[in-house]
C-alpha cells in the first residue's frame, strides 16, 4: 500500500481524503465525548482539524464553518511564535488572543505537534468554545464591552503541555481568572486528549503508507482543490458585484454599521474587498480579519462547489481586503466579543447578496442573521457554585431555489446543536416554560423561509446577569428573485409583579432576579421567488402544521380553501382567480 502509482491519481486522492477527514471526525468524537461543560459535550461548540507541519488546513472535521475557517490563521500565527525547531514531541500549545488567533477569548485552541522518528510530520489542533473566561459578565461575552480587557483572560501562545505533562500553573492562573474554574479544567483535558487522538490515528496512517508519501498526499489534496475550484470559477459569469447590509448597532449605541463587499470574479481569481465597510465601533462587535476570511471561504465553498474538500487549497485563488481599522479588522484593544455571533452572520449576508445578483440559482435568501447569543450566569445555591448557562439559538434559513429553508436551525456561520431542556434545568439553576418554533415569521416566496423560535425562560437563582445578543430585529432578512422578507427577533422580559413583559433592545445584559422570565425570539429566513407561484398543496401543508394561518395563505400565496370542509380544503378555481388579479397588480 505504500507504493502508490500517483499522489495526483484521482482513487488515491480520494481515499487519502476519507483518511484524513476520518482522522479529524475522530478527534471531534473524542472532544465531545470527553468534555465538561454542556456547551461541548451537548451542543458541540468545538471544531478539529489536521494540519501540515507549516501549519497549512488537510482536512477538518464537520462542526462549525466559522471556527473551521479561522483556525488555520491560528494554527500559522502559532507557529510564527514557537517556530517547528522549538517544538518538542510531548508538547502542545494554547491560545485564545483574538488578535493573535482571530476569534473571541472563550473560543480556546489547543494545538499539537505530531511527531514521527524525531520530526514533526503534521499538526492536531482544535478550538472549543469555553462557558467562561473572566471579564465583567458571565460568559465573557458582554453585550456592552468597549474593549478586549472588559472581556476576559488573554491568552498568548503558551506550552500548555511539557514532555507529556500538563503544566499547571499556567493551569492555576487560567482557571483562578475564571468563574467556572472545574469546566475549564476538564474541557482543557478534553481537548488535549482529542489531540492525541489525531496524533495516534495519523500516525497509523504514516505506518501504513510512510511519511513521504503521506507528505506527498496531504499537498495532493490541497493542490486538487485548488484545482477544482480554479475550474468552477471558469463557468461563473465575469464581472463586478456589489452589497450592503447594516448591523443594528454595536450595544453602546443603535446606529446602524454598514458592511459592503464588491466581489470580482475572473476565471483564475475571487477578490473580495470589504473597501467602504464602516470603521471599528465601540462596542463588541468589531470582526477581526481571520473571522472575515473564514466568512469569505464558507460562502465561497458553498456557492461555488459545496462538495470540495475544506483545505488550503480554498484560499489560494482569493484576494480578500478588510481595511485596516475596520469593522472587520479592528486595531487593538477593539472589543471583538460578539462579532462572532452577529458581525459575520451579516458578512456571510453580504457575500450571499453579492454572489446572488450573478448566479441567484446557487444563493439562499437571507437567513435568521445571527447566532443569536443567550448567556446567563450566577451562583448556583443547589450547588453552591458559580454557573455559566452559554447557548446559541437556531432560526429560519432562507429560502432557495428550488427548496423552502429550514425551520429553527443554525445557519451559515454556526452548525452547533441546542442544549436539550432537561440538560439545561438539571444543570443550571433555570426552568424552560416555552420552546417551539414562531409560526408565521419565515418569508413567503414560491419556496418559503424557514421558520424562528422561541424559547422562555424563568430564572430560578438569587441574583444572575444575563446577556441577550441579536440582530435582524428592524433590518429583517431579505428574500430573492420575488421572496419576502421574514419576520424579524425579539426579546423580552418580564420581572416578578410585572404584568406583563417589556421589551428589550436585542443587545443587552443586565441584573435579573429570582422568577423573571426572559424571552428570545429569532428570526426567520427570506422566500425565494414570487409567493404567487408557490404549491398550493405546500400552502396547506403550512396551514395545518400551523405555520402559516389560512388569512396569510389568501393574503401572501393567494390561496383560497372552501366554506363548509373543515376550512382546508384548497377551493382551485377560486385561488386561480385571486392569483390572477393579484398578479395583474404586481
Given at each position: 500500500?505504500?507504493?502508490?502509482?500517483?499522489?495526483?491519481?484521482?482513487?488515491?486522492?480520494?481515499?487519502?481524503?476519507?483518511?484524513?477527514?476520518?482522522?479529524?471526525?475522530?478527534?471531534?468524537?473524542?472532544?465531545?465525548?470527553?468534555?465538561?461543560?454542556?456547551n461541548i459535550k451537548d451542543r458541540r461548540d468545538c471544531s478539529t482539524g489536521i494540519y501540515t507541519e507549516e501549519g497549512e488546513l488537510v482536512a477538518q472535521a464537520e462542526h462549525i464553518p466559522l471556527h473551521l475557517g479561522l483556525m488555520p490563521a491560528v494554527v500559522k500565527s502559532v507557529l510564527e511564535h514557537f517556530p517547528a525547531d522549538n517544538l518538542r514531541e510531548g508538547e502542545a500549545i494554547i491560545i485564545n488572543d483574538p488578535y493573535i488567533s482571530g476569534s473571541h477569548l472563550p473560543d480556546v485552541c489547543v494545538i499539537t505537534p505530531v511527531f514521527y522518528q524525531g520530526e514533526i510530520?503534521?499538526?492536531?489542533?482544535?478550538?472549543?468554545?469555553?462557558?467562561?473566561?473572566?471579564?465583567?459578565?458571565?460568559?465573557?461575552?458582554?453585550?456592552?464591552?468597549?474593549?478586549?480587557?472588559?472581556?476576559?483572560?488573554?491568552?498568548?501562545?503558551?506550552?500548555?503541555?511539557?514532555?507529556?505533562?500538563?503544566?499547571?500553573?499556567?493551569?492555576?492562573?487560567?482557571?483562578?481568572?475564571?468563574?467556572?474554574?472545574?469546566?475549564?479544567?476538564?474541557?482543557?483535558?478534553?481537548?488535549?486528549?482529542?489531540?492525541?487522538?489525531?496524533?495516534?490515528?495519523?500516525?497509523?496512517?504514516v505506518q501504513k503508507y510512510g511519511a513521504q508519501n503521506i507528505k506527498k498526499h496531504m499537498e495532493a489534496l490541497i493542490k486538487y482543490t485548488e484545482r477544482r475550484l480554479r475550474e468552477r470559477l471558469k463557468i461563473l459569469p465575469c464581472g463586478v458585484y456589489s452589497f450592503c447590509d447594516y448591523l443594528e448597532g454595536d450595544g453602546i449605541k443603535e446606529e446602524k454599521i454598514k458592511i459592503e463587499v464588491q466581489?470580482?470574479?475572473?476565471?483564475?481569481?475571487?477578490?473580495?474587498?470589504?473597501?467602504?465597510?464602516?470603521?471599528?465601533?465601540?462596542?463588541?462587535?468589531?470582526?477581526?480579519?481571520?473571522?472575515?476570511?473564514?466568512?469569505?471561504?464558507?460562502?465561497?465553498?458553498?456557492?461555488?462547489?459545496?462538495?470540495?474538500?475544506?483545505?488550503?487549497?480554498?484560499?489560494?485563488?482569493?484576494?480578500?481586503?478588510?481595511?485596516?481599522?475596520?469593522?472587520?479588522?479592528?486595531?487593538?484593544?477593539?472589543?471583538?466579543?460578539?462579532?462572532?455571533?452577529?458581525?459575520?452572520?451579516?458578512?456571510?449576508?453580504?457575500?450571499?447578496?453579492?454572489?446572488?445578483?450573478?448566479?441567484?440559482?446557487?444563493?439562499?435568501?437571507?437567513?435568521?442573521?445571527?447566532?443569536?447569543?443567550?448567556?446567563?450566569?450566577?451562583?448556583?445555591?443547589?450547588?453552591?457554585?458559580?454557573?455559566?448557562?452559554?447557548?446559541?439559538?437556531?432560526?429560519?434559513?432562507?429560502?432557495?431555489?428550488?427548496?423552502?429553508?429550514?425551520?429553527?436551525?443554525?445557519?451559515?456561520?454556526?452548525?452547533?446543536?441546542?442544549?436539550?431542556?432537561?440538560?439545561?434545568?438539571?444543570?443550571?439553576?433555570?426552568?424552560?416554560?416555552?420552546?417551539?418554533?414562531?409560526?408565521?415569521?419565515?418569508?413567503?416566496?414560491?419556496?418559503?423561509?424557514?421558520?424562528?423560535?422561541?424559547?422562555?425562560?424563568?430564572?430560578?437563582?438569587?441574583?444572575?446577569?444575563?446577556?441577550?445578543?441579536?440582530?435582524?430585529?428592524?433590518?429583517?432578512?431579505?428574500?430573492?428573485?420575488?421572496?419576502?422578507?421574514?419576520?424579524?427577533?425579539?426579546?423580552?422580559?418580564?420581572?416578578?409583579?410585572?404584568?406583563?413583559?417589556?421589551?428589550?433592545?436585542?443587545?443587552?445584559?443586565?441584573?435579573?432576579?429570582?422568577?423573571?422570565?426572559?424571552?428570545?425570539?429569532?428570526?426567520?429566513?427570506?422566500?425565494?421567488?414570487?409567493?404567487?407561484?408557490?404549491?398550493?398543496?405546500?400552502?396547506?401543508?403550512?396551514?395545518?402544521?400551523?405555520?402559516?394561518?389560512?388569512?396569510?395563505?389568501?393574503?401572501?400565496?393567494?390561496?383560497?380553501?372552501?366554506?363548509?370542509?373543515?376550512?382546508?380544503?384548497?377551493?382551485?378555481?377560486?385561488?386561480?382567480?385571486?392569483?390572477?388579479?393579484?398578479?395583474?397588480?404586481?
Amino acid at each position: 500500500m505504500k507504493n502508490f502509482q500517483s499522489e495526483e491519481d484521482p482513487i488515491v486522492i480520494e481515499v487519502m481524503r476519507n483518511a484524513f477527514q476520518s482522522v479529524a471526525e475522530e478527534m471531534g468524537v473524542a472532544l465531545v465525548r470527553t468534555a465538561l461543560s454542556t456547551n461541548i459535550k451537548d451542543r458541540r461548540d468545538c471544531s478539529t482539524g489536521i494540519y501540515t507541519e507549516e501549519g497549512e488546513l488537510v482536512a477538518q472535521a464537520e462542526h462549525i464553518p466559522l471556527h473551521l475557517g479561522l483556525m488555520p490563521a491560528v494554527v500559522k500565527s502559532v507557529l510564527e511564535h514557537f517556530p517547528a525547531d522549538n517544538l518538542r514531541e510531548g508538547e502542545a500549545i494554547i491560545i485564545n488572543d483574538p488578535y493573535i488567533s482571530g476569534s473571541h477569548l472563550p473560543d480556546v485552541c489547543v494545538i499539537t505537534p505530531v511527531f514521527y522518528q524525531g520530526e514533526i510530520i503534521a499538526i492536531a489542533a482544535n478550538l472549543a468554545h469555553h462557558v467562561d473566561m473572566g471579564g465583567i459578565s458571565p460568559g465573557s461575552m458582554s453585550a456592552t464591552a468597549t474593549e478586549i480587557f472588559q472581556e476576559g483572560i488573554r491568552i498568548p501562545p503558551l506550552k500548555i503541555l511539557k514532555s507529556g505533562k500538563i503544566n499547571k500553573d499556567i493551569m492555576d492562573l487560567i482557571s483562578h481568572n475564571v468563574r467556572t474554574s472545574g469546566e475549564f479544567w476538564g474541557d482543557i483535558y478534553a481537548q488535549l486528549a482529542a489531540n492525541n487522538v489525531g496524533a495516534g490515528r495519523f500516525l497509523e496512517l504514516v505506518q501504513k503508507y510512510g511519511a513521504q508519501n503521506i507528505k506527498k498526499h496531504m499537498e495532493a489534496l490541497i493542490k486538487y482543490t485548488e484545482r477544482r475550484l480554479r475550474e468552477r470559477l471558469k463557468i461563473l459569469p465575469c464581472g463586478v458585484y456589489s452589497f450592503c447590509d447594516y448591523l443594528e448597532g454595536d450595544g453602546i449605541k443603535e446606529e446602524k454599521i454598514k458592511i459592503e463587499v464588491q466581489l470580482k470574479i475572473r476565471r483564475d481569481l475571487l477578490k473580495v474587498d470589504f473597501t467602504g465597510t464602516a470603521d471599528q465601533v465601540e462596542g463588541p462587535v468589531n470582526c477581526t480579519r481571520p473571522v472575515a476570511l473564514a466568512c469569505v471561504f464558507f460562502v465561497v465553498k458553498s456557492v461555488v462547489d459545496p462538495c470540495i474538500p475544506s483545505n488550503e487549497g480554498i484560499s489560494r485563488l482569493l484576494e480578500v481586503i478588510t481595511p485596516e481599522g475596520s469593522l472587520v479588522n479592528p486595531r487593538f484593544p477593539a472589543a471583538v466579543a460578539n462579532a462572532n455571533i452577529n458581525t459575520a452572520q451579516r458578512v456571510a449576508d453580504v457575500i450571499l447578496g453579492a454572489f446572488a445578483q450573478a448566479v441567484p440559482e446557487r444563493v439562499t435568501a437571507a437567513s435568521t442573521g445571527s447566532m443569536s447569543l443567550f448567556t446567563i450566569g450566577g451562583i448556583d445555591t443547589r450547588k453552591e457554585k458559580y454557573y455559566s448557562y452559554v447557548e446559541t439559538y437556531g432560526g429560519g434559513q432562507g429560502a432557495k431555489v428550488d427548496q423552502d429553508g429550514m425551520d429553527g436551525i443554525h445557519t451559515n456561520m454556526t452548525n452547533t446543536r441546542n442544549a436539550p431542556v432537561e440538560v439545561m434545568e438539571r444543570e443550571y439553576p433555570l426552568r424552560v416554560e416555552k420552546y417551539s418554533l414562531r409560526p408565521g415569521t419565515g418569508g413567503a416566496g414560491k419556496f418559503r423561509g424557514g421558520m424562528g423560535l422561541r424559547r422562555e425562560i424563568t430564572v430560578l437563582g438569587e441574583k444572575s446577569i444575563v446577556s441577550l445578543n441579536t440582530e435582524r430585529k428592524k433590518i429583517l432578512p431579505w428574500g430573492l428573485n420575488g421572496g419576502k422578507r421574514a419576520k424579524g427577533s425579539l426579546c423580552l422580559i418580564q420581572a416578578p409583579g410585572d404584568l406583563a413583559p417589556r421589551e428589550l433592545a436585542s443587545k443587552v445584559t443586565q441584573k435579573v432576579y429570582f422568577g423573571t422570565k426572559i424571552t428570545l425570539c429569532t428570526a426567520g429566513g427570506g422566500g425565494f421567488g414570487n409567493p404567487l407561484e408557490r404549491d398550493p398543496l405546500s400552502v396547506r401543508e403550512d396551514v395545518l402544521n400551523g405555520l402559516v394561518t389560512k388569512e396569510k395563505a389568501r393574503e401572501d400565496y393567494g390561496v383560497v380553501f372552501k366554506k363548509g370542509s373543515g376550512g382546508l380544503e384548497i377551493d382551485f378555481e377560486a385561488t386561480a382567480e385571486l392569483r390572477e388579479r393579484k398578479m395583474k397588480k404586481t
